[in-house]
């Protein structure tokens, strides 16, 4: 595809179940970016792959939160157990290179409202 | 927490008028960019601006960079109803592999 797709475009879980959220990166993009975004706030970093390896996850809130990117491609994030606080905008980016110098490519985000 | 901060939070101007937005941070930076978010979707990259460079043009876009004060402006000149939007500064920090967004400035422009 032309761009980054994220699936579901919306979820609504209830309390306690867990989700999965998944994301295709533009094709050949080394780098791949969660991010969460509250409703009137700016993205909040969860985690990035570089390929298939997870090199930064000091965003993720808690140990309920796990992210993969197994073959360099596609990745998920999965949330177990979902609270009331998850609810949010999850924002998916790629990047062509491993550096920072490159803009991030966004995909249009999964909203998941937790009930 | 967020490293950026946009001021103001806020704007409304008329269509044709100039917007400016203004972003400061905390850190040192590698980068600086500046990203436009439409209501209900992701965020679209407008320009990037590195550490050693003071000023960019992009089109209408006009980024200005002051490392000294930790500060960026976005100007948008001969704005239009379609630039009605959130813009959204990021940084990214030496050795660090992740952007850190602000907050954003809700900018709406009026026909």
């Known amino acids: 595809g032309a761009g980054v797709s994220q699936s579901p475009r919306y979820k609504v879980a209830k309390r306690g179940q867990d989700v999965a959220l998944r994301c295709d990166p533009i094709?050949?993009?080394?780098?791949l970016f969660w991010y969460q975004q509250a409703l009137g706030q700016g993205p909040e970093f969860l985690t990035y792959?570089?390929?298939?390896?997870?090199?930064?996850k000091s965003g993720l809130p808690s140990d309920r939160f796990f992210a993969e990117r197994p073959e360099g491609s596609v990745s998920t994030l999965k949330i177990q157990r979902t609270q009331q606080e998850d609810s949010a905008v999850y924002l998916c980016?790629?990047?062509?290179?491993?550096?920072?110098?490159?803009?991030?490519?966004f995909g249009n985000g999964t909203r998941l409202t937790v009930t | 927490s967020q490293q950026g901060e946009e001021d103001p939070q806020a704007l409304s101007i008329q269509e044709g008028e100039n917007a400016t937005m203004n972003c400061s941070y905390k850190?040192?930076?590698?980068?600086l960019q500046w990203y436009r978010q439409n209501s209900g979707r992701g965020l679209v990259h407008l320009i990037l601006?590195?550490?050693?460079?003071r000023e960019k043009h992009s089109g209408r876009l006009r980024v200005t960079l002051d490392t000294s004060k930790k500060s960026s402006s976005l100007l948008i000149t001969a704005s239009r109803a379609a630039d009605t939007a959130s813009y959204f500064c990021?940084?990214?920090?030496?050795?660090?592999?992740?952007?850190?967004f602000g907050d954003g400035t809700t900018l709406t422009v009026k026909p």
């Open positions: 980016a790629s990047s062509p290179t491993g550096t920072v110098n490159s803009p991030l490519h």
């Open positions: 094709s050949g993009h080394v780098s």
């Open positions: 792959f570089q390929n298939e390896a997870q090199l930064d």
């Open positions: 850190t040192s930076i590698n980068n």
């Open positions: 601006i590195r550490s050693n460079e």
């Open positions: 990021a940084t990214s920090e030496p050795n660090a592999g992740k952007s850190t």
